[in-house]
């Protein structure tokens, strides 16, 4: 399968570099999803968190996105899977979701299936970037 480059800080790439490799996440988690993730890991650019463009979905970012089926807006953080909590907005990159999301731009579509169909999802802003904010201080 190819993978569209993504663009993701280098301790980003780090942290989800050495969860994917434990065992824990390897047992508990979808292998089709982890392989994703690691397919998208292994074709990345990798820079210095001062370097993330503005408009790139990173860890810990508050996203906006559209639902292109129902043009409905969703606003999510994307998280490590310890701090999900779906019912507050938190997103666990370890899911289709937050996979499919990481390091994508604003204005990128992503989708996935799901056993009722296919769900597109439009990344339509970037709330909050912790990039920017550590830049800022």
């Known amino acids: 399968m190819s993978y ?10 780090q942290r989800l570099d050495e969860l994917l490799s434990t065992h824990f996440t390897q047992a508990i988690y979808d292998r089709e999803n982890l392989l994703a993730l690691r397919g998208k890991l292994n074709v990345a650019e990798i820079v210095d968190s001062r370097e993330i463009p503005a408009d790139v979905v990173s860890m810990d970012s508050i996203i906006q996105l559209r639902n292109r089926n129902t043009d409905k807006l969703e606003t999510y ?17 370890l899911s289709p979701i937050g996979t499919a999301i990481l390091g994508c731009r604003v204005g990128d ?25 550590a830049m800022a201080t």
Not at 77 to 93: M, N, Q
Not at 112 to 120: E, V
Request: charged share 25%; glycine share 4%.
């Open 77 to 93: 953080t994307l998280v490590y899977p310890e701090e999900a909590h779906i019912a507050t907005g938190k997103l666990s990159v």
């Open 109 to 133: 579509c992503v989708h996935w299936n799901i056993p009722s169909g296919s769900i597109k999802m439009q990344i339509d802003d970037i709330l909050f970037h912790p990039e920017r904010k």
């Open 4 to 13: 569209k480059q993504i663009v993701i800080t280098r301790s980003d790439y």
